[in-house]
């Protein structure tokens, strides 16, 4: 069984902290890391991708990745209450099926 | 032109009813995806287009019944569905090619079976 673990949350974090989010994944064939933000009632956004080891900054976010861990992480910087939302990890072999985590949920308190 | 459009965005049908979910999209991307999630649980992925031929179901029931008349356009068919069947359902589309490079979502239809 593929799987992509998350921890659920939720992680609370102040205003302008950094939040980190972090994934684990089970199929070494993994090739293409993803973060996707949903709020509530609403479809996921992708708001980062990766596929090679070490970091990825995109403005206030950074995605991590570690392929002899089988681990990816998520940081965001000076987080903001709309940052609040469940963020989904999700990794593809390089096919089309895309296996999502079951999210965590970053709760950033005003 | 960015977007996945999808409509209804709320639908309420009896299970002897049937009506259909549609999709679509102008950015180019050869393959296409419908999935379904349920309250708190990650998108399931039930099929998956590429250049226009089904290439992936996951062994979804047959009251749900995929058909994608060209490129840009994607439906879902219902019939007779079950109270179970009630959820947010998701078109995505993204382009094709060795390097997944991650989909672009619609915002959904959210579907009630009474």
């Known amino acids: 069984q593929k799987e992509v673990e998350q921890n659920s949350g939720p992680l609370s974090v102040p205003e302008g902290a950094i939040a980190s989010l972090n994934c684990t994944y089970s199929?070494?064939?993994?090739?293409?890391f993803f973060w996707y933000r949903q709020y509530s009632g609403k479809s996921p956004e992708l708001i980062m991708f990766i596929y090679s080891n070490g970091d990825k900054e995109d403005g206030r976010f950074t995605a991590q990745l570690n392929k002899a861990s089988q681990y990816v992480s998520l940081l965001i910087r000076d987080s903001q209450p709309s940052d609040s939302a469940t963020y989904l990890c999700a990794t593809t072999t390089g096919g089309f099926k895309t296996i999502f985590g079951a999210g965590t949920r970053l709760f950033v308190k005003a | 032109d960015t977007e996945v459009t999808q409509t209804p965005k709320h639908l309420v049908m009896g299970m002897t009813n049937k009506k259909s979910l549609k999709c679509e999209q102008h950015m180019g991307h050869r393959a296409m995806y419908w999935y379904k999630q349920k309250a708190k649980k990650p998108p399931e992925l039930m099929f998956v287009y590429s250049y226009e031929k089904l290439s992936i179901n996951e062994s979804v029931p047959s009251r749900f019944s995929p058909e994608c008349p060209n490129s840009s356009l994607l439906n879902l068919h219902l019939h007779a569905l079950q109270p179970e069947d009630s959820a947010l359902y998701l078109c995505?589309?993204?382009?094709?090619?060795?390097?997944?490079?991650?989909?672009?979502f619609g915002s959904g239809t959210r579907l009630t079976v009474v």
């Open positions: 995505a589309s993204s382009q094709t090619g060795t390097l997944n490079y991650g989909y672009t």
């Open positions: 199929d070494r064939g993994s090739q293409s």
